[in-house]
């Protein structure tokens, strides 16, 4: 495949991975309102204090980490790490393979 093809192809991706990151953004944020009508403010005040910034696997505190621009969250004590809704989609997709693996490799430590 010549240069141009392949860039009007790599561009045509670029695009397509754009609406379909924005169309997730908006289903998810749906999702979201429609729970968050369902529960009361002190429902969901309750629940935060006591789950804020905790590990889910083993309940130690998480630490909020910057990495390529987006905050994750990292148990010091099983080194899990978490992410909100969106950001692994923030994180891979419009990037190269090279780039991809190296943010995996910062992810898990390598």
């Known amino acids: 495949m010549d240069e141009p093809a392949r860039a009007r192809e790599d561009d045509w991706f670029r695009q397509n991975e754009r609406k379909l990151l924005e169309d997730a953004r908006k289903a998810r944020e749906q999702r979201e309102a429609a729970r968050r009508a369902q529960e009361t403010a002190t429902e969901r005040q309750r629940r935060k204090e006591r789950h804020w910034m905790k ?3 083993c309940g130690h505190d998480l630490k ?3 990495l390529e621009g987006v905050e994750i969250d990292r148990c010091g004590f099983c080194e899990g ?8 989609e923030r994180l891979f997709l419009n990037r190269t393979q090279n780039e991809r ?8 430590g390598l």
């Open 64 to 66: 909020a980490q910057d």
């Open 81 to 88: 790490f978490f992410m909100d809704a969106g950001e692994m």
């Open 101 to 108: 693996r190296s943010i995996f490799k910062r992810l898990i």
């Open 55 to 57: 590990c889910p696997k």
